[in-house]
């Protein structure tokens, strides 16, 4: 039995991407953005240096992934006040953000 989800993928530029500051985004996005009701899947990293093929999208430094269990549970976090504050401390450092939602299926 497979269930629909929303996935909420989100490449953050930062306008200096030095190990510190992808480390500081990395720090803000544990406090700010984890345990939000409805949330499945909870991931963020960094760029992986290594993968460098043709195909890969290498403009970014920091990735966040959270997998929701419903769009209304996404809807809900984009407007908790814990989501609106890591915005207001942390989008001073950006250069560019890239929010890919999409609805995946869960098999």
Do not use: C
């Amino acid at each position: 039995m497979s269930r629909e989800l929303l996935a909420h993928n989100v490449y953050f530029t930062l306008k200096n991407g030095t190990a510190a500051n992808r480390i500081k985004l990395l720090e803000s996005i544990g406090k700010h953005l984890t345990g939000h009701p409805g949330t499945v899947f909870f991931a963020s990293g960094v760029l992986e240096d290594s993968l460098q093929r043709p195909v890969n999208d290498r403009n970014f430094d920091v990735a966040l992934h959270i997998i929701f269990a419903t769009k209304t549970d996404h809807d809900a976090y984009q407007v908790h006040q814990r989501h609106l504050q890591f915005i207001e401390e942390n989008k001073a450092d950006w250069k560019q953000v890239r929010v890919f939602d999409s609805t995946v299926e869960q098999v």
